[in-house]
Nanobody, 117 residues
Framework: QVQLVESGGGLVQPGGSLRLTCAASGSDFNLYIMTWYRQAPGKQREYVAR???????TYADSVKGRFTISRDNAKSTVYLQMNSLKPEDTAVYYC???????????WGQGSQVTVSS
C-alpha cells in the first residue's frame, strides 16, 4: 500500500513560480512511474508530466519549457517545479504512482494551484 501526499500549492501571480512535492509512503518507490495530472474547474483531468523509474521525463505541450519534474528516490519524493505560471495553469494538481512490477496504482489527494493577479 502506498500513500501519496502532495504539498506546495497556493496562490501565485502570473509569471511566478511554485514547487509541488509529492511524498510517498511504503517501499520500492524507485519502482514506480510517477506522473502529475491536473484538473481545472469544469474540465477533465489532464496529463502534465511523467518521470520513469530510470529518470526519463515527458511533458504535456502546454507546460513544456516551463515545468520540470524530478524525483528523489532516497526521499521517496517527486517534485514539480513550475515556472512562468499562467492563469490557465490554475487547477488541482494530483500525483499518481504506477508500479512497474505489480501494476498497482495510487492517487494523491490533490493540491490547489491558483494563478491570479
Amino acid at each position: 500500500q502506498v500513500q501519496l501526499v502532495e504539498s506546495g500549492g497556493g496562490l501565485v501571480q502570473p509569471g511566478g513560480s511554485l514547487r509541488l512535492t509529492c511524498a510517498a509512503s511504503g517501499s520500492d518507490f524507485n519502482l514506480y512511474i510517477m506522473t502529475w495530472y491536473r484538473q481545472a474547474p469544469g474540465k477533465q483531468r489532464e496529463y502534465v508530466a511523467r518521470i520513469s523509474v530510470g529518470g526519463g521525463t515527458t511533458y504535456a505541450d502546454s507546460v513544456k519549457g516551463r515545468f520540470t519534474i524530478s524525483r528523489d528516490n532516497a526521499k521517496s519524493t517527486v517534485y514539480l517545479q513550475m515556472n512562468s505560471l499562467k492563469p490557465e495553469d490554475t487547477a488541482v494538481y494530483y500525483c499518481y504512482a504506477l508500479s512497474i512490477t505489480t501494476r498497482q496504482d495510487y492517487w494523491g489527494q490533490g493540491s490547489q494551484v491558483t494563478v491570479s493577479s
